[in-house]
């Protein structure tokens, strides 16, 4: 399964919202969708499961949705400290990642 | 928290292997699945495969087929990664992962990467 993501970069400034896409090219079941975060030099973090369901330690700015082939990332009021590419990743089939979305605050 | 730990830098020769080392503390490896995700500079990341060691079963990507093999001490809780017939498009940072073994590829942590370089 092909992943898309858009924008390829997100600038934008404090205290704004973001959101990111993640298309596939296939029907993915959403339980097996995820995002990760990754800061430069730093390994990336898992963000997002579940398509849903925050990771331990990720502020409640961050939400996701989506279903089938269509799946969004939020973040609210954004700070600078969420300057990162995100990446999602689909696990329904062997797991895939998306090309990532850099976001630039 | 599982905290990975994984080996340092390594500079090989094309054609030759590398075997990479991923250590885990505060948890044990039969609670966990270990995946394997590179990245090349500057590009987005690339599964390679999962080892789930208290099955002893691997499943790797396609691509990677014959090339790479993973072992497990479980008397250290350290998996070893090794990957051969190396090539410059193996140059990469190889990260692992570990998963929940209810949700194997639900990422999390990961160990803080090794880099490998293939130059001659």
């Known amino acids: 399964i092909v992943l898309t993501q858009s924008p390829g970069t997100l600038s934008l400034s404090p205290g704004e919202g973001a959101t990111l896409s993640c298309r596939a090219s296939q029907s993915v079941n959403s339980e097996y969708l995820a995002w990760y975060q990754q800061k430069p030099g730093q390994a990336p973090r898992l963000v997002m499961y579940?398509?849903?369901s925050r990771a331990t330690g990720i502020p409640d700015r961050f939400s996701g949705s989506g279903s089938g082939r269509d799946f969004t990332l939020s973040i609210r009021r954004l700070e600078s400290e969420d300057s990162a590419v995100y990446y999602c990743q689909q696990y329904g089939t062997l797991p895939t990642f998306g090309q990532g979305t850099k976001v630039e605050i | 928290q599982v905290h990975l730990l994984q080996s340092g830098a390594e500079v090989k020769m094309p054609g030759s292997s590398v075997k990479v080392s991923c250590k885990a503390s505060g948890g044990s490896f039969s609670n966990y699945a270990i995946s394997w995700v590179r990245q090349a500079s500057g590009q987005g990341l690339e599964w390679m495969g999962t080892f789930t060691p208290i099955f002893g079963r691997w499943v790797y990507a396609q691509k990677f087929q014959g090339r790479v093999s993973t072992t497990a001490d479980t008397s250290t809780n350290t998996v070893f990664m090794e990957l051969v017939r190396l090539t410059s498009e193996d140059t990469a940072v190889y990260y692992c992962?570990?998963?929940?073994?209810?949700?194997?590829?639900?990422?999390?942590?990961w160990g803080q990467g090794t880099l490998v370089t293939v130059s001659s």
């Open positions: 579940g398509a849903s």
């Open positions: 992962a570990t998963g929940p073994l209810v949700d194997i590829y639900r990422l999390d942590p």
